[in-house]
């Protein structure tokens, strides 16, 4: 979910700050692995925080890993924590050459366009905001996947995650890299969250002659949009065709 940062800028919410207090505590040893933490109002009052917020920022480190609830035990820290990092907010081609071969990134499309009615939903872009548009080919042996991003409006970025926006505009126009690994790259001290969407589908005429396939090939659409604290700064559309390298995928209730 997140990764440490500064607690005394004042744009972030207390629960954020209060997850990385404690997902620290574990990651330094203060609460080894295998261990259970203390009760919620031993907890809150060491903290010196309400309990609802503690309640919420544990729930959250369940979620991510840290943390397991036993019956008649508690809280305990989970034996191996996940690291600190991009747990769940990875470049697409990092996440498909896990276990085989790179895959590489090579720019089709680097422009400024009007938001569609993707992005107007995703991003609650404005009309006529101008949004950043990366289109990407990821490379193998062979076309793997096809991916469009979209950043949020600058003004939108310079308030939510200045070090994206800045990033965003150091990149040049056929650098080999996707706007996520872009965004991953200047988000340390920056608590991400993201959600993603998973349909079945066919590539379509244009899809399947950028993908050198035959449009009626079988594909997988995944949806994504990344969220700077409550404000969605990035969204994004990935096309894996049939026989794409597989792609872990975990559903939440």
């Given at each position: 979910m997140a990764v440490s940062g500064s607690a005394s800028d004042p744009r972030r919410r207390p629960v954020v700050v209060l997850y990385e207090r404690i997902a620290d505590a574990i990651h330094d040893g203060t609460y080894p692995p295998g261990s259970t933490l203390p009760s919620e109002p031993r907890l809150a009052t060491e903290l010196g925080v309400s309990r609802p917020a503690l309640r919420e920022a544990l729930l959250l480190l369940q979620e991510d890993g840290l943390l397991t609830v036993r019956r008649g035990v508690g809280r305990t820290v989970n034996d191996q924590p996940p690291r600190r990092g991009f747990e769940q907010i990875q470049p697409l081609e990092e996440q498909?050459?896990?276990?085989?071969?790179?895959?590489?990134?090579?720019?089709?499309?680097?422009?400024?366009?009007?938001?569609?009615?993707?992005?107007?939903?995703?991003?609650?872009?404005?009309?006529?905001?101008?949004?950043?548009?990366?289109?990407?080919?990821?490379?193998?042996?062979?076309?793997?996947?096809?991916?469009?991003?979209?950043?949020?409006?600058?003004?939108?970025?310079?308030?939510?995650?200045p070090a994206f926006a800045g990033a965003l505009r150091t990149v040049?126009?056929?650098?080999?890299?996707?706007?996520?690994?872009?965004?991953?790259?200047?988000?340390?001290?920056?608590?991400?969250?993201?959600?993603?969407?998973?349909?079945?589908?066919?590539?379509?005429?244009?899809?399947?002659?950028?993908?050198?396939?035959?449009?009626?090939?079988?594909?997988?659409?995944i949806t994504q949009v990344v969220r700077a604290g409550d404000i969605p700064i990035m969204a994004a559309k990935h096309m894996l065709p049939t026989g794409a390298p597989a792609l872990s995928v975990v559903q939440s209730g």
């Open positions: 498909l050459s896990a276990g085989g071969a790179p895959l590489r990134v090579r720019a089709l499309l680097r422009t400024v366009e009007e938001p569609t009615d993707f992005t107007t939903q995703h991003l609650h872009a404005p009309a006529r905001a101008e949004l950043r548009f990366w289109e990407s080919l990821l490379t193998g042996d062979g076309a793997a996947a096809l991916s469009q991003e979209w950043a949020a409006a600058d003004d939108v970025l310079e308030r939510a995650h040049g126009s056929a650098e080999r890299i996707s706007m996520l690994a872009v965004l991953a790259g200047a988000s340390r001290g920056v608590p991400l969250t993201a959600h993603s969407g998973v349909t079945a589908t066919s590539l379509g005429q244009r899809r399947g002659a950028q993908l050198d396939r035959p449009a009626d090939t079988p594909a997988v659409l």
